[in-house]
């Protein structure tokens, strides 16, 4: 009975100080690349990086995915080429960069300054083009893997994509993979009927990782001039409309391969995050939100430190832990 009061002098103490607190390990390792945190900023939304320096702590991200690097420099499309939606957003920017030889000179050495992973988007419209982008960007310090986005088309098989061909699929990867000095990663495309079959070619032809998804091919037009809002035609849409499918994909690519995932598609609160690795994927990638709100993948990186601490578990833990009615597999519907 004389301890009580000393007990309840530490219990106060320990309130005080917080030492009672349960502190939450959120970093991840992906591919051999370790991250603080498991929110990336996504490809084609937050340009070379240095463009949203003046509005957040860029090493309090846990990576950043610069926008696509082609071998040589490209103009993109022409206006106009980004169109708002009731639930996200339509674009075309039809991949504008600088190449990649100055992307070495003139981007890369400001985010070699940083801690926040690096982490490079890569593509080509045959596979002597990827090859030839990494072979250049092999070249560079400060690098710590390669996002290879294989939703373009071959120009040397009559235009068709990529990611929507397993043989294709596997060309591309096994070729990028050997010339690769980092790790590699594997962004698939939605616009397939079967997600996992890509995912497996991927992984089978040595992919590091995977991550996904790309936007969905949609369309919008201007019904009074009877016009495509996009000179493009058709573009990519992005946002809060895609974010079931999304998750969807990552649930059903879990299931199907070993390599770690990334998931993303119209990710913008914590929850949304969340739902994402509890589908399966071991980190995340904010794109559509930073457009209008720059520290979304800020906010979203403390929302999940926040749920981790309230539930008084590590990152790790929650990764693929979906809780299936009765313990048995789930059926897709489309009913």
């Not at 690097?69 to 106009?80: K, T």
């Not at 988007?121 to 560079?140: H, K, M, Q």
């Not at 070729?175 to 009927?193: G, H, M």
């Not at 997600?195 to 590091?208: F, H, K, N, P, S």
Request: charged content about 20%; hydrophobic content about 40%.
């Amino acid at each position: 009975m004389a301890d009580q009061p000393n007990q309840q002098r530490n219990q106060d103490l320990q309130s005080v100080t917080g030492e009672d607190q349960f502190s939450p390990r959120i970093d991840v390792d992906i591919a051999g690349i370790h991250f603080e945190n498991p929110v990336l900023t996504a490809s084609g939304t937050f340009g070379y990086g240095q463009e949203f320096a003046h509005l957040i702590d860029l090493d309090q991200l846990g990576g950043i995915c610069v926008k696509g690097i082609s071998a040589d420099p490209m103009e993109g499309n022409p206006s106009p080429r980004i169109y708002e939606t009731e639930a996200g957003m339509l674009n075309a920017i039809g991949l504008q960069n600088v190449g990649a030889e100055r992307f070495l000179k003139e981007k890369l050495p400001f985010l070699r300054t940083l801690r926040t992973r690096c982490i490079v988007n890569v593509f080509g419209y045959s596979t002597e083009d990827y090859v030839r982008a990494i072979e250049i960007l092999n070249e560079g310090d400060g690098i710590h893997g390669y996002e290879l986005n294989i939703s373009c088309p071959n120009t040397r098989c009559g235009g068709m994509v990529y990611g929507n061909d397993p043989r294709l699929t596997a060309e591309v990867v096994a070729a990028s993979k050997k010339a690769s000095r980092y790790p590699l990663i594997v962004k698939l495309s939605p616009n397939v009927t079967d997600i996992t079959e890509l995912a497996r070619a991927a992984e089978d032809a040595g992919a590091d990782a995977l991550s996904l998804v790309n936007t969905f091919v949609g369309m919008a037009i201007d019904a009074e001039t009877r016009t495509p809002r996009i000179s493009n035609i058709t573009a990519g849409l992005s946002g809060p409309a895609i974010k079931p499918l999304a998750v969807r994909m990552v649930y059903q690519t879990f299931r199907a391969v070993k390599v770690p995932i990334i998931g993303m598609g119209g990710i913008a609160t914590a929850e949304d995050a969340l739902e994402f690795i509890i589908a399966g994927a071991r980190a995340v990638q904010i794109g559509t939100a930073n457009f209008y709100a720059p520290e979304t993948a800020l906010r979203v990186a403390d929302g999940i430190r926040d749920y981790c601490r309230r539930k008084r578990t590590h990152l790790a833990e929650i990764v693929g832990t979906l809780r299936l009615p009765h313990e048995k597999s789930v059926s897709i519907t489309t009913h």
